[in-house]
Nanobody
Framework: QVQLGESGGGLGHSGGSLRVSCAAY????????MYWQRQAPGKAREFVAK????????DYAGSVRGRFTIARDNAENTVSLQMDSLRPEDTAVYYC?????????WGQGTQVTVSS
């Protein structure tokens, strides 16, 4: 059974840093790219970052490029998102996502709140 569990996040300040992590279970983690998405109150869920199956390539939304860093540890089946130079508009629930052969899966999300 595929399961994704996010952790970390919390309350940060503008210009500060936070880190969120995601533990994956139930599939061959190292075979698939992983994604981070976020959903702010009253807005649609949006793409934040992607990392290839072996971590060789990454991609970011324009709004976070240069501030956020996605990374993965295939030995531990985890993916993380380091968030630096935080802005109030980064406030959202952050979700990790896996797209595997049986479909798309998301975790329960973790709240990130950035105060100005």
């Amino acid at each position: 059974q595929v399961q994704l569990g996010e952790s970390g996040g919390g309350l940060g300040h503008s210009g500060g840093s936070l880190r969120v992590s995601c533990a994956a279970y139930g599939f061959t983690f190292g075979n698939y790219p992983m994604y981070w998405q976020r959903q702010a109150p009253g807005k649609a869920r949006e793409f934040v970052a992607k990392i290839s199956s072996r971590g060789a390539t990454t991609d970011y939304a324009g709004s976070v490029r240069g501030r956020f860093t996605i990374a993965r540890d295939n030995a531990e089946n985890t993916v993380s998102l380091q968030m630096d130079s935080l802005r109030p508009e980064d406030t959202a629930v952050y979700y990790c996502q896996a797209q595997i052969w049986s479909g798309n899966y998301w975790g329960q999300g973790t709240q990130v709140t950035v105060s100005s």
